[in-house]
């Protein structure tokens, strides 16, 4: 089992920054690839980034290049940092381990609004 608490989101203008941070107990997060999810009111979950074991990365084409997922294995916390951000990326914004895929936290919201 494993449990997953988000944070860290907030109302923002287009263009500002915010990082987020998912804190994982319940396994050892070393060992474990952690992924991002979103969620807008209406529409389905989406991926948005992923981190391996191994370090390597991936995004959605959406935000390539304006977010960066990392973690720090010490803390067994993931975190996201979104920069350049814009109204489409409003949503509600969760972590989730592909070992443990069933499992999900309340999520974070996020506004991008002028």
């Known amino acids: 089992q494993v449990q997953l608490v988000e944070s860290g989101g907030g109302v923002v203008q287009p263009g500002g920054s915010l990082t987020l941070s998912c804190a994982v107990s319940g396994t050892i997060f070393r060992i474990n690839a952690m992924d991002w999810y979103r969620q807008a009111p209406g529409k389905q979950r989406e991926l948005v980034a992923g981190i391996r074991s191994g370090g390597n990365t991936n995004y959605a084409d959406s935000v390539r290049g304006r977010f960066t997922v990392s973690r720090d294995n010490a803390k067994n916390t993931v975190y996201l940092q979104m920069n350049s951000l814009k109204p489409e990326d409003t949503a509600v914004y969760y972590c989730?381990?592909?070992?443990?895929?069933?499992?999900w936290g309340q999520g974070t919201q996020v506004t991008v609004s002028s």
């Open positions: 989730n381990a592909p070992l443990y895929r069933d499992a």
